[in-house]
């Protein structure tokens, strides 16, 4: 069955600097998403991408990130100055259509030093 | 806006017994409604969806989830709880457009021998 893969599986990074967290979606999907868990807490959603354009995000989602989807296959999140308060756990989804659920990645585990 | 709650952060059950976890949604729009699973380490994976056709929905691993619209509810249940159940489950409620999906904070089953 397809996959939605994530890379890397954890990634350490030193707090102020760039991230680029990496996602391949199922391929014929055409929703793609971001969530971020905090260690112990609920999954909270980030940002949808539909139509090469941002469809929905969320207030977490603020001029700190991006996303792009560089190539057809590729979708990926950008923490531009990372903070402590952004490690978290970041998965990454895909469906198909609107009434179709959504495929989730194992997830990136970032920490911020 | 669109809501979730779980009521039980943990729910513990013997092996065989009954299992019920509660979700209650709020949504101005008619919802579609999931649940995924969550076993340690791992992105979630989809045991059931609502999404406006059978009210009782079965899924996998012997999952069922009944939508109560009265009761704005979409409780997860499964007669026979088995040791590979223990993980953490999460409600979540999307539009129809599915741009965007709320999960539940989560409740952790535990199975006792």
């Known amino acids: 069955e397809p996959e939605v893969t994530q890379t890397p599986s954890h990634q350490v990074t030193q707090m102020g600097q760039e991230v680029i967290l990496r996602c391949v979606p199922i391929?014929?999907?055409?929703?793609f998403y971001w969530y971020r868990q905090i260690l112990g807490q609920k999954v909270e959603f980030l940002v949808s991408?539909?139509?090469?354009?941002?469809?929905?995000k969320s207030e977490i989602f603020d001029d700190q990130f991006s996303v792009e989807r560089p190539d057809g296959s590729n979708f990926t999140l950008k923490i531009r100055s990372t903070k402590l308060e952004d490690s978290a756990m970041y998965f990454c989804?895909?469906?198909?259509?609107?009434?179709?659920?959504?495929?989730f990645g194992d997830g990136t585990r970032l920490s911020i030093l | 806006a669109q809501s979730v709650t779980q009521l039980g952060s943990h729910v513990s059950v013997s092996e065989g017994a009954l299992v019920l976890l509660r979700c209650n949604y709020s949504?101005?729009?008619?919802?579609?409604l999931f649940w995924y699973v969550q076993y340690p380490n791992q992105g979630l994976q989809l045991l059931l969806k609502?999404?406006?056709?059978?009210?009782l929905v079965k899924g996998i691993n012997g999952f069922e989830a009944e939508f109560k619209k009265s009761e704005t509810s979409f409780h997860l249940t499964k007669p026979s709880a088995h040791m590979s159940d223990a993980a953490e489950y999460f409600c979540?409620?999307?539009?129809?457009?599915?741009?965007?999906?709320?999960f539940g904070a989560g409740t952790r089953l535990f199975v006792k021998a």
């Open positions: 949504s101005s729009v008619p919802p579609y």
């Open positions: 609502y999404t406006s056709a059978a009210t």
């Open positions: 991408f539909y139509n090469n354009e941002i469809s929905e």
């Open positions: 391929s014929n999907h055409l929703y």
């Open positions: 989804a895909s469906k198909l259509q609107g009434d179709q659920p959504q495929h």
């Open positions: 979540a409620v999307s539009d129809q457009r599915g741009f965007k999906t709320i």
